[in-house]
C-alpha cells in the first residue's frame, strides 16, 4: 500500500482499486494500522467493494462512509441496495474485495490486514434476535462476559438489564418474553461487553405497527444513556428519520447522500432519495429576478443559477394548500384516506398532477375545482435531470454545515 498524507487529504493508493480521499486535518498511520485523526471517527469505509459470484455489477460499489462517535447512524434503502451487506463487511462477516475499513482508528480489513468478527470489538442485534432459547434473559446477556470474574460479570448483567428495564426478568427464558422484551435482551447482550460500535440489522422489522413506535423510542433511549454509536439498517423511511443523527441512503450499492434527517428530506440530492423518503411531485419552473414561476405561481425564494434557466421544483404534499373555487384551475382526481388527514391528488390544467396532504376535517368530493397554491414555508429544492441544484444562499444553510456540529446541535 503507497501512502501519501498531507494536512489537507489522505489519498490511499490501493493495488487495483484507484485512489480514494477523505479530508483529515492530520494523520498518522502507525505499524499495527492505527490510523490518528482530529475527528472522533468511530467507523469508516473508503472506497469499499464487495463483488458476489454470478452478479455483473458490484453489490457494494466504491462506498465511502464515516460515523461519528456517539451517533446513530441510519442505513436507508430498498431491498437490495446493499445496506445489510454494508453491515455485515463492518461486523467482520463479508471481506470485502476492494478498499479499506477502519474501526476506532485501526484499520480492520484492506491494506493487507483482517481482523476477525470477535476482535473488532463489536456489538450486533440481529433480525431474529438470536436468543439462546435454553438460556435465561440473565444468561444470554452474559454470554459474552466469561472474560470477567464471576461477581463482576453478575453485576454488569444486572447494570444493563436495568438500562433496558428488565431487571426484574433476569430468570426467565425468551419463550417467555414479548417481541419487545426479547429486542432489549438482545440490544442488553449486545451492550453488555462495552462494545465500540452496536450494530443493529433491521431491529423493529418483526414487531407490529404499535410496538414498533414503541420501540423506536425505548432503544434510543437505551443507546443514548449508555453513550452507544449505533449503526442501524431499515428500509423504514419514518424509522431512519425518526432515530438516526444522521441518514446515509443507498442505492444500488452506492451511497446516494449522508446528512442529518431534516437535510436529506429537505435537501435531498438526488431524484432518486426525493422520492424515496416520501411522496414528491416535480414541476416546471423557470428562474426569475423574484423567485421561481411555476404553474401553481410565483414561488418567492433564491433562484439558482442564470435567469431565465428552466428547472424543476421539489414539492411534497404539505406544501401545496386547496382552497375550493368553481373556477379553480385544478380538478380533484382522488382522495386518499388516512385517519388523521386526507391526501388528494390533484390534476392541472398541463395535465401534471400533484399531491396535497389536507386535515380529515377538509372534504373535498371528486371532480371538484380548487385553487392549488405552493406555501411551503421553506426553500424548495430544485433540480437539473437527476441532481438537486443549489443556490448561493443555500450554501449558509444549516443542513449544509458539519455533519459532526449538527449532530452535538441535535443531541
Known sequence: MT???????????????????RTLSSVNVGSEGTVTVSHEHIVELI??????????????????????????????????CGKTTTLRLIAGFEVP????????????????????????????????????????VEQNVGFGLHQLPRHARAARVQEVLELVSLGEMSRRYPHELSGGQQQRVALARALAPKP?????????????????VQMRTEVKRILREAHSTAIFVTHDQEEALCMGDRVAIMNQGRLEQVDI????????????VADFLGLADFIPGV??????DTELGLIPQPAPGILGRALEVMIRPH?????????????????EFYGAENLYVVQLPSGSVVRSSQPHT??????????????????????????????????????????????????
Not at 501512502?3 to 480521499?21: E, I, M, Q
Not at 455483473?56 to 431491498?79: C, F, N, V, W
Request: charged share 20%; hydrophobic share 40%; with cysteine.
Open 3 to 21: 501512502v501519501l498524507v498531507n494536512f489537507a487529504t489522505l489519498c490511499l493508493a490501493l493495488p487495483g482499486a484507484g485512489f480514494y480521499h
Open 47 to 80: 472506497g469499499v467493494q464487495k463483488f458476489y459470484p454470478g452478479l455483473k455489477q458490484p453489490t457494494i460499489d466504491d462506498l465511502s462512509l464515516t460515523a461519528y462517535r456517539g451517533e446513530i447512524l441510519a442505513l436507508l434503502g430498498p431491498s437490495g
Open 97 to 136: 474485495d476492494t478498499g479499506m475499513l477502519l474501526i476506532d482508528n485501526k484499520v480492520v480489513a484492506g491494506a493487507g490486514r483482517w481482523l476477525p468478527p470477535e476482535k473488532r470489538g463489536l456489538g450486533v442485534v440481529f433480525q431474529e434476535y438470536a436468543l439462546f432459547p435454553h438460556y435465561t
Open 196 to 212: 465500540v460500535v452496536v450494530l443493529l440489522d433491521e431491529p423493529f422489522s418483526n414487531l407490529d405497527a404499535d410496538l414498533r
Open 261 to 272: 434527517p431534516e437535510s436529506v428530506f429537505h435537501t435531498p440530492a438526488t431524484r432518486f
Open 287 to 292: 428562474t426569475t429576478t423574484r423567485g421561481l
Open 319 to 335: 406544501d401545496v394548500m386547496l382552497h375550493p373555487d368553481h373556477d379553480g384551475p385544478g380538478k380533484v382526481i382522488r382522495r
Open 362 to 411: 377538509v372534504s373535498l368530493p371528486l371532480g371538484a375545482r380548487v385553487r392549488v397554491l405552493c406555501e411551503p414555508g421553506h426553500a424548495l429544492t430544485c433540480f437539473e435531470g437527476e441532481h438537486a441544484v443549489l443556490c448561493p444562499q443555500e450554501c449558509d444553510l444549516p443542513g449544509l454545515a458539519h455533519p459532526r456540529a449538527m449532530i452535538l446541535q441535535r443531541k
